[in-house]
């Protein structure tokens, strides 16, 4: 039997989730509180993936009877804040911020004791995280062509809707310096990135997604590895004011190369990134630090 919570707290996407919260809160007769992680539908409709018609008037609809019954909506950016003020009518008393965070314990200590196959001689880039093609993963693989004369090696771990066809793309362009594999629980991750030379974070060029943070960022910056961001928005001004990376613009595949060639020729320069992004997750991005506040704003 359920214990009865304090409250209850439900995450979207997926969207249709939170009818099953909202009725488990009223039979609870507890808070219900609706984390929305991404907007769906709208980033799917931005993208092209839905066309406008049936299905997504009734999971626009069902968005926002959602965001009416919840107790409180809470948002993971300023800027997905702000839509949610200026487009879905949510009340500001009802919205709290609770940005993605990382457990900076787990991440940059760790020393890696694994065995694994992996040649020795590679400057490792590490993307680890959802193949989406909200991720715009192409720039990626161009990139990859534009480095067959350096030592890189990418490898992208993970899994996704778009991982079989960013693979297939992959052996068709006929690439030898990128790897791909399945999804690894975060302490082998925590432990690669120590073997890493940097890590990558990208996003399509969509309005929608510049308010959304991506996630695998913060690993990272946690890592004290420099971050490769192509992509815009806050995923951009989170890097650029972190000091902990280069920002190329979304499927900038050429700037994208010639940012890693930097990193390769400036080591020095790649490794006060590295610690510039680590002391930046210590600071402000520790979920200690993030929870902390989310409670301080629930109880006010």
């Known amino acids: 039997k359920a214990q009865k919570p304090d ?30 992680a991404d907007l ?146 975060s302490e082998f991750i925590a432990n690669l990135y120590n073997l890493a030379f940097a890590g990558i974070a990208t996003f399509r060029d969509s309005p929608l997604l510049e308010c959304t943070r991506p996630a695998k960022t913060l690993p990272i910056l946690a890592s004290s590895k420099p971050v490769l961001f192509s992509g815009a928005g806050e995923g951009a001004k989170l890097v650029t004011e972190a000091q902990a990376g280069i920002v190329t613009a979304p499927g900038d595949s050429e700037g994208l190369a010639q940012s890693i060639r930097k990193l390769i020729n400036e080591p020095n320069y790649a490794t006060q990134l590295g610690m510039n992004g680590r002391k930046y997750a210590e600071q402000h991005l520790d979920w200690a630090i993030i929870v902390a506040d989310w409670l301080k704003q629930l109880e006010n």
């Open 7 to 36: 409250y209850l707290f439900v995450e979207s996407p997926p969207l249709f989730l939170g009818i099953t919260g909202y009725i488990a809160a009223s039979w609870w007769r507890v808070p219900f509180i609706f984390n929305v």
């Open 40 to 185: 769906w539908p709208d980033t799917i409709s931005a993208l092209g993936l839905i066309s406008k018609g049936l299905l997504l008037k009734l999971a626009t609809k069902l968005e926002m009877w959602l965001y009416r019954k919840a107790d409180y909506v809470t948002v993971v950016t300023a800027g997905v804040r702000q839509i949610m003020l200026e487009t879905k009518q949510v009340p500001a008393n009802k919205l709290l911020l609770l940005p993605n965070g990382v457990d900076t314990k787990l991440f940059g200590q760790a020393e890696f004791n694994q065995k694994i196959d992996l040649p020795k001689d590679k400057l490792l880039i590490l993307y680890a995280g959802t193949h989406g093609y909200a991720h715009g993963m192409e720039v990626i693989l161009q990139a990859a062509k534009l480095l067959t004369d350096t030592e890189v090696l990418f490898l992208c771990i993970g899994g996704g809707s778009d991982k079989q066809r960013i693979m297939q793309l992959a052996k068709d362009m006929e690439l030898k310096n990128i790897l791909f594999w399945d999804s690894q629980p």
